[in-house]
């Protein structure tokens, strides 16, 4: 890779790890008030699994799952994320780990839990990448040995963050809620169509699934030259 590429791509990733590159910055601190948000949805329940997904491609899911991640971490929780995207995959990337081992081997007993986790330089934040695309990630994901992995995970961690595909792309998102305690689904200001996530929301809740709230991506606050994110349902 040229140095300019390389120097690019850091740049990138600094962006999208905003939460643990400038803890002290305001789109880390609405990633914080997210974090609060999810934790006061579900005040009566222990919230442990969750998915975050979007209705379409491009809509800022996974940089938006990376950083609440982070910022679960960050509140000393032991955090597991899992990159649940078997045919797009970029938890990998973003965090600089390879990808030869991951969640497909996992689920296919090529490999056990503990040796397909990777650390990251967070404290407390571990990362289950994707592994090798499979020909079959909708069945996969919702699987007997989904199942299990999430109940294994579950008594390891405080936290597992599920990286999915789009709701209205394919049904694997459906497939994953209804293994998960709730889920987040991003829209992005001005790019996301009003009926497409309604739509998603629609197939989501067909799916039985508790949606935790909404993120807000890319909406540019009036004088200010931050992109903020806000939470809510």
């Known amino acids: 890779m040229a140095r300019k590429d390389r120097k690019q791509l850091f740049q990138l990733q600094n962006r999208s790890l905003i939460s643990m590159t400038n803890p002290k910055s305001p789109i880390a601190e609405q990633f914080r008030t997210i974090r609060t948000n999810i934790q006061f949805s579900s005040v009566d329940e222990e919230l442990q699994t969750m998915i975050v997904t979007s209705s379409g491609p491009g809509e800022g899911k996974s940089t938006t799952t990376a950083n609440l991640a982070v910022v679960f971490a960050q509140q000393g929780k032991r955090v597991l994320l899992v990159d649940a995207d078997l045919r797009k995959p970029t938890v990998h990337y973003t965090f600089r780990l390879e990808n030869h081992i991951g969640l497909s081997n996992v689920l296919t007993r090529q490999s056990t839990l503990e040796e397909a986790v990777q650390t990251t330089s967070q404290d407390k934040l571990w990362i289950l990448s994707s592994g090798p695309i499979p020909p079959n990630p909708s069945e996969i994901l919702g699987s007997k040995g989904m199942q299990a992995m999430i109940e294994q995970a579950k008594d ?16 694997d998102a459906q497939v994953l809620s209804n293994l998960t305690d709730g889920v987040v689904l991003v829209v992005s200001s001005g790019k996301t169509e009003i009926e497409s996530a309604k739509k ?8 039985k699934a508790k949606i935790l709230g909404v993120v807000l991506n890319n909406k540019k606050v009036q004088d200010s030259q931050y992109y903020y994110y806000y939470g809510g349902k």
Do not use: M
């Open 200 to 207: 998603a929301k629609e197939l989501l809740e067909s799916a």
């Open 156 to 171: 390891e961690y405080d936290v597992i963050i599920f990286d999915s595909p789009p709701v209205l792309a394919v049904t």
